[in-house]
């Protein structure tokens, strides 16, 4: 096995396929490997070209592989299967990984850091805790509904039926009710506060990092958008405009063109649906000011509101925060209150 060798690999758990071929595409080897094989076989082998499918762990073997001396290259798995033949398995993904990533027009997933995985996963474990919150939430209101208890939504809602729940002196619901219900209401004050403790890390992170703070100066960017923006976006000279990161976030229309006939639709909600939902909520909260004619940043959105509906004129504005979002990071600026 020489120099200017491609290699697909496969990765599992336990299990990982390797498919290798020559400058000239003959097949070098093709065979299995346990999980603790993996390091010890790319350590023996010359510097070549390693090709992962951007999947769970795959950021982890990218490091390791890449820390041997080995050039490696991550791809949507959505770009590797066309080169998938016939029946699948882990012979043919590993062979069709080895193909794709020798493909001069295949578009690559930057490795992240440590760090970055780290502040994403504390992204990730705040929206579970928000979801099981937003369970317990709903679960006291269906419970109570069953008497009769209507509150309105929001935190004022919320406080009165704890408040509720938890008074003894009130002759709504009986004592065998609140018995139920007294250790959701714990549970909903646990997770409230672990949510919190996640949000003081997340803007600690946010504090020490210079771009995340330029993004901050963006109407509709607060700490949790900019923070998640820069530790998914590891360059962002990979997209060659601000267009081009709009589109990698969904926030394009879907094109259905042919013939020469341009034919465009809702948008494609491709790529990070993360960040695209904190962007178009960004823009609401834009859109809320628009309304009032406060802030003299959100001239272009007043103007878009008296031509589109609100909830367009959202998508729209995400997408132009998005477009500024690459302008910032690429060029290393801050926003001009002009920019929108």
Known sequence: MGKGITVGLDIAKHVFQVHGVDVEGTVVFRRKLKRSEVLDFFDKLPGSLIGLEAC???????????????????????????YVKRQKNDMADAEAICEAVSRPTMRFVPIKSEVQQSVLMLHRARELLIRQRTMLINALRGHLAEFGIIMRQGKAGVGTLVALIEDDEQALIDRMTRDALRPLVAQLREMHERIGQLDRHIHAWHRSNAASRRLETVPGIGPITASAIVATITDPILFRSGRQLAAWLGLVP?????????????????????IRRLLVIGAHAVLRFARTGKGASTKWAAELLTRRPYKVAAVALANKMARIVWALLSRGEVFREHAI
């Open 56 to 82: 769970a762990t795959a950021h982890y073997w990218a490091r390791q592989i890449r820390a041997l001396g080995h050039e490696v290259r991550l791809m949507p798995p959505s770009y590797v299967k066309p």
């Open 254 to 274: 879907r094109q259905n063109s042919s013939g020469g006939k341009d034919r465009r639709g809702h948008i494609t909600k491709k790529g990070d649906g993360y």
